[in-house]
Structure formats: C-alpha cells, structure tokens
C-alpha cells in the first residue's frame, strides 16, 4: 500500500486495557519488555498506561517514553486536569507524545456512573481536549460506550472535540455490545456527518459477544483508519479485539479491504507467547493466528492436500507470523551468539549484565538436563533474569521437603529477610500446602492465595517446572513466577516472588503490611 491513505494505524492497548484484566498485573519491568517488543512489532501508538490510576501506571509510562522509541506513546487520561497533567507529565520527552482522554457518551453511563447531563458532558469535553492540547499536540478523545450512544449527540460530542484541538476519534464498543454491519455503518454515519477531513477515525472494540475482531473489520469498511487492540486480545472482562487477529484479516484479504497495517507480522507468535509469559494468561491452543494448534493440521485428507500444495488448508503461512512450528532446542555446544539469538527471537530484550547472568543460567542448566527448549528458556528468564523488583524483601535460602507414603508432608524453609535468616517447619497436606504453610510462619502477614498453577515448559522428561502463583492481601494483587528443574523449588520460587511484589505494591499504593 503506498499511499499513507491506504495504512490502518494499530494503537496498541496490552499495557493499558490489557493490563486491566483480572488477574493481570505487571511490573514496569514487564511492561518495558512488552513495550520494546511492540516496537519490534512495529505498531504505530503504545498506549503505555494511566498514570493518574497508580503511581505504578505512572512510572511505567516513564520508563517507557525513556526505553522505547515507538512512533507514538499514548497515556490515558480522565476530563480531569488532574488526569491531563499526571499524562503530560509521565509523557515528558516522548519523541511523539499523545494524550488520550475519555468521557462517556451514552445515556446509561451519563445518567447512572457521570450524573452529567448532555450539555455538561459537552462543557467537559471542550475544555478537556482544550486543557490536554495547552500540554501536547496530538489528542485523542474517546466516546466512551459510544455504541450504546445517541448518534446525533455524538456527532455533536465529535465535532466539539474536533473543534477543540483532538485529532484523533475514537468510536469505542466498550461492552462489545455491537454487531458488525450494523456497527460499520454507525461509524460510517458519524464519519460522514462530523464532516472533518484531516483527523483519523478510530475504534476500540471490546469482545463481550466474540465479535471485537469483526466489528473492527468492519468499522475499516467504512473508513476507520485506527484499530485500538491487544496481544492476544488480553483485556477487561471478554477482553479486546486482538491485533494478531485484525492484522492478518487485513492483509490476507487486502483484496477485500483495499487497506493493511505497517506491522511485522513475522514477529506475532514471539509477541503472543512473550505477553503470555509475562502476565500468566494462556493462549487457548485453538486461537487463531498464534494458537500452537493454528496450523496443526490433523486429519488425514487435510495432510494429503497439505502435501500436495500448502494452499490447500492454509490461507497464511506459520512463517508470515513467525510461528516455529516445533520447539527449537539448544544444549551445552550451543555458544553465547546461538544463545543471544534465541532469546532476541523469543521476545526478550536483555540489557548487557541480564545477558551474562542468562547465559552463565542457561550453562547450569545444560549441566542438568541434556536439552533446554524455548519453554525452558522463556520460564527462566522471566523467573530468575528480567524480573525488577527493586527491594526483594525475603530471599529463598534453603528448604527441605519430606514426603513419605503414610505419613503427612513436612516442610522446613529458610528465608533471608534484612541479612537475618529465619527457618520455619510445617506440616501439611501435600508438600506445596507444607512449604506455603512454614512461609506464612516466617511471614509478618498473611496473604490470601488468589491461584495457584504448575505446568511443565516442554513435554520433554525433563522439562523446567514453572510455578504461576497470585496472592491478594487487602486489595492488593501480585504475581509470582518460579522456575527450576525441581518443581517444589518452582513453587516455593513463585510463592516468594508474590510476596516481594506484595511489598512493592503496597508500598508504592502507602498500604501498611
Ligand atoms: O473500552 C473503552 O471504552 C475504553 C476507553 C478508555 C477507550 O477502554
Ligand atoms: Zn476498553
């Protein structure tokens, strides 16, 4: 497509909606290595975060704008100056900045959430758009809910917008509650009333029905010349559309939409499997694009036509979206560059000391187990290598676990809290139940454990155990990671990792514990 005309903008939203998922909650650590490979993806906006929501939010929105060099970042923002001020701020010295604001449109929100009327709701936009543009020069405005919203009202909310300096509009499906014909031709009739050459139109489509995708698709029939998606279509509730999915619709059907994306598609699997990883939310195997069953090909006469022509059964090839098809291996030949690049093409981005402490791992390793496979790597790199927690609390030091048929699991752990060792014992059901139990011993508090998961990172014998582990003390969510080729340790490691981003957490939001 040569004509910039012709281009879909993808607004990348995994570090801000995506983020806001249950259960998901990342470090300024993961967000950055989300960031960097978004930017490797080659998506045009990353919208880094909320600073106003935390002061979590906020630093990640830094770190980002100070790491990344996307085209744009983008930081979300209530009509509240305090909102607009808190993104101008965590924006600061972005290469291209934008401020991103909502405020809701229909009436259900007006009435029930805003208590606004029409015309206070048009009174704020105005001046929001307005205030944000005294601090940057690209604003987007959000309508938000805008598919349950009166249209008449929103070509009003739009052109006010417009008029006050947003050159960005976003038509959202908040609740995915739209259909795609009918949702393609109420962003065409907006666009077509507004009447505004020169801004970009956009959608936000969420996937309460399973139609966030092709209610996109379709917003692109119509004119829409940004798509806001996610990896993986992680996001609140039923999540958002997927950009792995939008992008591939797009360009294996150029024909059919007479637009694509700028995006390196051969960099999708490493993306899907790295934001995977980072935020504990599998992909389904079946999920288009980036499921390890995408281009499984099972049954007979499938492998037959397979064979014959790959065209047969498949529309896009595993290469065009970088999908390895089997596991790649490495083992204790395999030299510093083959071990460089692996990473590099799983996603990661190490700084210089992260590499050497990777690669001194990765030989441990292979002293322990013959092969080590991409699973492997990826479990410990985001367990022992990337992680930053800049105050580890407790250090796991020693631990003994004893089960024995008959009788109950015991568990002795020795943690490191401020140079002090300290060892509980505990009994329990099972030795994991036994080795939480003497943590919580050593512990000053109790958190609630909010999931727990093990899975073994290749179906190899002697695969890495990884540990997945979420913990909740007040309101406070945290994650744990923890890998090794002992999965007691791997849980133990998990559990401990929790507990130290509790302390982060609650000390970042002034919460006692
Ligand atoms: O779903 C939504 O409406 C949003 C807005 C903030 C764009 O996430
Ligand atoms: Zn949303």
């Given at each position: 497509m040569g004509d910039s005309g012709e281009f879909v903008r993808v607004f990348d939203t995994t570090l801000r909606d995506g983020e806001q998922a249950a259960r998901v909650n990342l470090n300024t650590g993961e967000k950055v290595q989300i960031a960097r490979q978004l930017e490797r993806l080659r998506v045009d906006i990353i919208e880094a975060g909320f600073p106003a929501s935390s002061p979590g939010d906020f630093d990640a929105v830094r770190q980002v704008v100070a790491e990344v060099r996307p085209p744009i970042i983008a930081a979300l923002a209530r009509t509240k100056e305090q909102d607009i001020t808190a993104a101008g701020e965590a924006l600061a010295g972005a290469a291209h900045a934008r401020i991103h604001i909502f405020l809701a449109t229909s009436p259900i929100h007006m009435e029930y959430k805003l208590k606004m009327t029409k015309d206070e709701v048009l009174k704020e936009v105005g001046s929001a758009v307005k205030f944000a543009r005294g601090i940057v020069r690209d604003v987007e405005f959000s309508a938000e809910d805008a598919s349950r919203s009166e249209i008449d009202f929103l070509v009003e909310v739009f052109t006010l917008a417009i008029e006050s300096g947003a050159t960005t509009l976003n038509i959202p499906d908040t609740v995915g509650y739209a259909m795609p014909l009918e949702f393609g031709d109420f962003c065409g009739a907006i666009i077509k009333r507004v009447n505004k050459p020169g801004v970009t139109w956009s959608v936000h489509c969420h996937n309460d029905l399973g139609l966030g995708v092709a209610n996109s698709l379709s917003a692109v029939r119509s004119g829409v010349r940004q798509v806001e998606c996610t990896i993986n279509g992680l996001g609140e509730r039923a999540g958002n559309a997927s950009?792995?999915?939008i992008v591939m619709s797009l360009r294996?059907?150029?024909?059919?939409?007479?637009?694509?994306?700028?995006i390196d598609t051969t960099k999708f699997f490493s993306t899907s499997k790295l934001v995977s990883n980072l935020t504990g939310v599998l992909v389904q195997p079946n999920k288009a694009i980036v499921g390890v069953n995408a281009f499984a090909h099972e049954a007979g006469i499938h492998q037959h036509g397979m064979l014959c022509n790959r065209a047969t059964y498949e529309i896009m090839t595993p290469e065009s979206v970088g999908s390895p098809?089997?596991?790649l291996h490495l083992?204790?030949?395999?030299?510093?560059?083959?071990?460089?690049?692996?990473?590099?093409?799983?996603?990661y981005h190490m700084t210089t000391e992260q590499g050497e402490r990777a690669f001194e791992y990765f030989k441990v390793l292979c002293d322990k187990k013959k092969e080590v496979s991409d699973g492997d790597i990826e479990a410990f790199l985001t367990d022992r290598i990337i992680d930053v927690i800049p105050e580890r609390n407790y250090e796991l030091k020693d631990f003994a676990v004893t089960v024995a048929s008959g009788g109950k699991p015991t568990a002795s752990i020795t943690l490191v809290h401020k140079d002090q060792e300290i060892t509980e014992a505990a009994v329990g059901n099972g030795p994991v139940d036994a080795a939480y139990k003497a943590i919580l011993k050593i512990l000053s508090?109790?958190?609630e454990l909010a999931e727990f998961r093990i899975r073994s990172t290749s179906e190899l014998a002697d695969a890495l155990g990884e540990a997945h582990v979420i913990l909740r003390?007040?309101?406070?969510?945290?994650?744990?990671?923890g890998a090794s080729t002992d999965i007691i340790e791997a849980t133990i490691r998990a559990y401990i990792e929790a507990v130290n981003r509790l302390y982060h957490s609650a000390a970042a939001r002034e919460v006692k514990i």
């Amino acid at each position: 497509m040569g004509d910039s005309g012709e281009f879909v903008r993808v607004f990348d939203t995994t570090l801000r909606d995506g983020e806001q998922a249950a259960r998901v909650n990342l470090n300024t650590g993961e967000k950055v290595q989300i960031a960097r490979q978004l930017e490797r993806l080659r998506v045009d906006i990353i919208e880094a975060g909320f600073p106003a929501s935390s002061p979590g939010d906020f630093d990640a929105v830094r770190q980002v704008v100070a790491e990344v060099r996307p085209p744009i970042i983008a930081a979300l923002a209530r009509t509240k100056e305090q909102d607009i001020t808190a993104a101008g701020e965590a924006l600061a010295g972005a290469a291209h900045a934008r401020i991103h604001i909502f405020l809701a449109t229909s009436p259900i929100h007006m009435e029930y959430k805003l208590k606004m009327t029409k015309d206070e709701v048009l009174k704020e936009v105005g001046s929001a758009v307005k205030f944000a543009r005294g601090i940057v020069r690209d604003v987007e405005f959000s309508a938000e809910d805008a598919s349950r919203s009166e249209i008449d009202f929103l070509v009003e909310v739009f052109t006010l917008a417009i008029e006050s300096g947003a050159t960005t509009l976003n038509i959202p499906d908040t609740v995915g509650y739209a259909m795609p014909l009918e949702f393609g031709d109420f962003c065409g009739a907006i666009i077509k009333r507004v009447n505004k050459p020169g801004v970009t139109w956009s959608v936000h489509c969420h996937n309460d029905l399973g139609l966030g995708v092709a209610n996109s698709l379709s917003a692109v029939r119509s004119g829409v010349r940004q798509v806001e998606c996610t990896i993986n279509g992680l996001g609140e509730r039923a999540g958002n559309a997927s950009m792995e999915e939008i992008v591939m619709s797009l360009r294996t059907r150029s024909d059919h939409f007479g637009a694509d994306t700028r995006i390196d598609t051969t960099k999708f699997f490493s993306t899907s499997k790295l934001v995977s990883n980072l935020t504990g939310v599998l992909v389904q195997p079946n999920k288009a694009i980036v499921g390890v069953n995408a281009f499984a090909h099972e049954a007979g006469i499938h492998q037959h036509g397979m064979l014959c022509n790959r065209a047969t059964y498949e529309i896009m090839t595993p290469e065009s979206v970088g999908s390895p098809g089997t596991d790649l291996h490495l083992g204790k030949h395999s030299g510093r560059h083959a071990f460089n690049e692996r990473v590099e093409n799983l996603g990661y981005h190490m700084t210089t000391e992260q590499g050497e402490r990777a690669f001194e791992y990765f030989k441990v390793l292979c002293d322990k187990k013959k092969e080590v496979s991409d699973g492997d790597i990826e479990a410990f790199l985001t367990d022992r290598i990337i992680d930053v927690i800049p105050e580890r609390n407790y250090e796991l030091k020693d631990f003994a676990v004893t089960v024995a048929s008959g009788g109950k699991p015991t568990a002795s752990i020795t943690l490191v809290h401020k140079d002090q060792e300290i060892t509980e014992a505990a009994v329990g059901n099972g030795p994991v139940d036994a080795a939480y139990k003497a943590i919580l011993k050593i512990l000053s508090f109790e958190p609630e454990l909010a999931e727990f998961r093990i899975r073994s990172t290749s179906e190899l014998a002697d695969a890495l155990g990884e540990a997945h582990v979420i913990l909740r003390y007040k309101d406070i969510k945290a994650q744990g990671r923890g890998a090794s080729t002992d999965i007691i340790e791997a849980t133990i490691r998990a559990y401990i990792e929790a507990v130290n981003r509790l302390y982060h957490s609650a000390a970042a939001r002034e919460v006692k514990i």
